[in-house]
């Protein structure tokens, strides 16, 4: 219990900018939402003027565009990001910091077994991503209830916001497993920036195309918000595989953790 509350204080300050970061991208792009809504007809026909891989990219459906949930899968897109940047920056630190910062014989010479460290970095990962996406989503609902233009589903747009989770937990999980492996990385944010970066291209060359097998190399590209909009759930292929990343990387984590040197500070 001591080192899940102390894992939530050091990542206090972290959480609240993360947090408030993702509230102010949906504030400010759903701000211009009445403004689109009133001139919907000239802006569908700009965006049909882009090519369709560029609509594509932008997660732009044409159909629905201008209501408030086919404009805020385009949002939505950009919070995950950041939540997949904080996610995987969380997973990569969660246990090399303790050799960075040179505290891992203090730890490790607790009456705890290094299975029972990995829990508690886990749900304190996990609690830090609960707190910000009930924060973001509570946020996200009241800007939303002021800038409609019309009714809309209420679980519909839960379910769009529920996809922050899961790619947090999916970045997470590799971080996690990645800082296992390179535990003396001076710095993990070049490494977690150029990893979410490289699967956001990814993802994004990958809608500009036609095949769906590619779509499950980034995580990104798992959770189609169109298809969520118009069938009211998820694409089982992607979330099953979603699930076998977390699943596998966290036990990886735990059989490679508690067997591995540990250095001690000299």
């Known amino acids: 219990m001591n080192m899940y509350l102390h894992e939530l204080k050091s990542m206090r300050k972290s959480t609240i900018m993360w947090t408030c970061s993702m509230i ?26 882009y090519p369709a ?6 997660g732009v459906t044409l159909d629905s565009v ?37 505290t891992a014989d203090f730890l490790l010479v607790k009456p705890v077994s290094r299975a029972a460290v990995v829990t508690a970095k886990i749900l304190a990962g996990l609690t830090v991503f609960l707190i910000t996406d009930v924060v973001y989503y509570a946020g996200a609902s009241v800007i939303a209830s002021i800038v409609k233009q019309s009714s809309y589903s209420g679980g519909l747009f839960f ?14 999980a590799i971080g996690a497993v990645v800082s296992v492996f390179f535990d003396r990385l001076r710095s ?42 118009q069938n009211s759930r998820y694409e089982t292929p992607y979330l099953a595989t979603g699930a076998v990343i977390v ?8 059989f490679v953790y508690a067997r591995k040197d540990i250095h001690a500070v000299s």
């Open 24 to 49: 102010a991208i949906a504030l400010v792009y759903l701000s211009l939402y009445p403004a689109i809504f009133s001139d919907g007809a000239h802006f569908k026909d700009m965006l049909a003027g």
């Open 53 to 58: 891989s560029i609509r594509a990219v932008l």
């Open 159 to 172: 379910m769009i916001n529920l996809t922050l989770f899961f790619v947090q937990l999916i970045f997470f």
């Open 66 to 102: 201008t209501t408030l949930l086919g404009f805020y899968s385009m949002i939505i897109a950009f919070v995950v990001l950041c939540g997949g940047i904080q996610a995987m920056n969380l997973g990569m630190s969660m246990l090399s910091k303790e050799t960075r910062e040179r």
């Open 188 to 229: 993990v944010l070049p490494v977690s920036l150029g990893t979410v970066f490289g699967c956001y291209i990814i993802g994004a060359l990958v809608a500009a195309g036609k095949d769906d097998w590619a779509r499950f190399i980034s995580p990104f590209r798992y959770f189609d918000y169109s298809y969520i909009i």
């Open 247 to 254: 699943i596998v990387s966290v036990v990886t984590c735990y």
